[in-house]
């Protein structure tokens, strides 16, 4: 494997998933008290209480989350052009 593709694999499958991992999981906890009753989010600089919001404000980063842990498990990327 050539040093372009260990440089990759390292910096998507390692760097880049624990960037999202952690991010996701650090946005999420932040928006944890918009989730809770009586929070409100600002939505075009109008507060709104609508409940499809708050809950996207918090899935969301949980996705990125687990996108990054699947990264992490993600099998090295090898390239085609290798065997040729």
Do not use: E, Q
Request: glycine share 8%.
């Amino acid at each position: 494997m050539t040093l372009y593709w260990r440089f990759f694999n390292f910096l998507v499958r390692r760097v880049m998933a624990l960037v999202f991992a952690v991010g996701g999981v650090i946005m999420a906890a932040a928006s944890v008290p918009y989730v809770l009753p009586g929070g409100t989010i600002d939505v075009d600089g109008v507060p709104t209480d609508d409940l499809v919001f708050r809950w996207a404000v918090f899935l969301l980063p949980l996705i990125v989350a687990a996108f990054g842990i699947a990264l992490y498990r993600a099998k090295p990327y090898i390239s085609f052009w290798r065997n040729v």
